[in-house]
Structures are given as C-alpha cells and as structure tokens.
C-alpha cells in the first residue's frame, strides 16, 4: 500500500492468477479491495453474512447530527426533549465507542452516574432503562460495573431507531 498524494491511495492485489491495482480516495479504495475479496473468494461471502461488524466511518456519518466529541467528552447535539431515555442512554454509549475507537476518549464505557449525570434523570430511572436494554442484549455491564454498547446494540439501534430520531430532528 502506498500513499499517492493527500486522500489519495494504491493499493496492488495478487491473489494466484488475478491481480488488480485501486487507486483513488481512501474509503472508495476499501470498498472496491473488500468487493474484489468478496467476489474472489466465495468463503468471504459467507463470512459476511455471519459476522456482525461494525464499520466506523459509516456510523460516525450516521451519528454526525446527534453526537459530538469533544475534549474528551460525549456531546448529545440533538434536543434532550425529543429523545426517550433509551435513545440518550444509548446516544451517550455510541459516543462513548466512537470517541474510544478513534482515540478521543480514554475508554468506551460509561458508570450509571454519568449517564445519570447526562441524560438528566434520577439513578432508578438510569438502571431501569438500562436493565432493559441489557436485557435485549443492546448493552452490557463490565467487570468494573460500567455499561458498554454491544455490537448487536449498535446494529439494532441502527435499524430500529436511528431513522426515527433522524427524521424527527431534520
């Protein structure tokens, strides 16, 4: 892999007989090597369709209208008034995990007293909704006893909810 000029990278792939250069801005060029891949070899269609993951970039661009990060802290950009307390709970650990993967935050968990402390509401209401959302498998408590997002959170908050919240704030 080698950087071309500012934004722009090539990448040369051979793979038995096939053999294919990509050159462009950085995200078209992980798309068009992962296809490449994905079409190549059958075993990672598969894998694909398997395996959960998470791809950064498209959930920052999601979350851009809701949350922010900054100095070191998770910033809800949306109207408090507009969300359940579900939504902010899980808005603030999102944050929490992109602000984490991007080497913002020092950790990608929150206590119940700072999302207490955050979402505005009193610590029964905070370890209700988060009761809940452990219960659906959206969130998990840690070995330190903070709350983290869980990767099938983040799918489902993304097919469930994210549309809803970004319709009712655009």
Known sequence: MREEDEGTISVHIKYGEHEHTFEGPLDEVWKAVNKFFSDLIPIFRLLRQAIITVDLADLIEELKDLISISDGDVILRADRRKLSDRDA???????????????????????????????????????????????????EKTEGGEYKVTTLGILRFRERRLPKLLSRIR
Do not use: D
């Open 89 to 139: 709970i899980m808005l603030y650990l999102l944050g929490a995990y992109v602000g984490y993967r991007l080497g913002s935050l020092p950790k990608e968990t929150m206590s119940s007293g700072e999302l207490r402390s955050k979402v505005g509401k009193k610590a029964k209401i905070i370890s209700t909704r988060l009761s809940e959302l452990r219960r659906e498998g959206w969130v």
